[in-house]
């Protein structure tokens, strides 16, 4: 993707927390009839391998999983917070008015190559997983042994595992960090106060830290 360096994140607990946060990745691969591309929620284990490895599982009767066996490369993307960036929120605004509307977002892009399995304690342990992940917030964790053991054998075997190994991890912020202050304070104030919405909140927390982060690095 283009990145500009003002735009760019290495630090993996960034990366890390924005897939655990944002689990559902988008899946993207090439295949006879064309692109390809799955909304599927992950696991991030980053400190398998090299760059860490993902996993997941889908439909047996989605096709997209037959592909990998002709060409295991794909694409995977996770996005973060984002929204709408007014240009009303510049103060200079209001002298030069030479400012334009843009669009801020956190985004990790993802490229690897897909093993699939359809092994059952593979695929037992990777929906165990993803339960105790998604459910620990619960008032009472609904758990995989809850339902009948048989109920459960016949899920799986409607699914096929995917494991997915990283070749390149890549992390875009895009938190106004090209702007002077006073327009970044402005735009943290204008998604506080003007939209007031819980993803404008999230954005103008997420904004702040990665500008706090950015002015250390100066």
């Given at each position: 993707m283009y990145n500009p360096s003002f735009f760019r994140i290495a630090d993996p607990r960034l990366i890390a927390d924005l897939i655990r946060?944002?689990?559902l990745g988008l899946l993207i691969s090439l295949g006879p009839d064309g692109v390809q591309a799955s909304p599927l929620p992950?696991?991030?284990?980053?400190?398998?391998?090299?760059?860490?490895?993902?996993?997941?599982?889908?439909?047996?009767?989605?096709p997209h999983w037959s592909l990998f066996a002709q060409d295991p490369s794909c694409l995977l993307v996770f996005q973060g917070e984002q929204g709408y960036i007014s240009p009303s929120w510049y103060p200079g605004k209001a002298t030069t008015h030479r400012v334009v509307p843009t669009w801020n977002y956190a985004m990790v892009q993802i490229r690897g190559?897909?093993?699939?399995t359809d092994d059952p304690a593979w695929l037992h342990s990777q929906i165990s997983a993803l339960t105790r992940q998604?459910?620990?917030?619960m008032p009472s964790p609904w758990q995989v042994s809850d339902a009948p053991p048989?109920?459960?054998?016949?899920?799986?075997?409607?699914?096929?595992?995917?494991e997915i190994t990283i070749t390149h991890i890549e992390g875009k912020w895009k938190m106004s960090q090209n702007r002077n202050a006073a327009d970044?304070?402005?735009?943290?104030?204008?998604?506080r106060n003007t939209?007031?919405?819980?993803?404008?909140?999230?954005?103008?927390?997420?904004?702040?830290?990665?500008?706090?982060?950015t002015d250390l690095a100066q």
């Open positions: 946060s944002y689990p992950f696991l991030f284990f980053p400190d398998e391998g090299e760059h860490g490895v993902l996993r997941a599982h889908l439909a047996r009767a989605n190559t897909v093993r699939t998604q459910e620990s917030g048989e109920f459960i054998e016949q899920q799986k075997r409607a699914i096929v595992g995917l970044q304070a402005g735009v943290i104030d204008g998604l939209q007031a919405t819980e993803g404008s909140q999230a954005l103008a927390d997420t904004m702040s830290r990665i500008l706090k982060k």
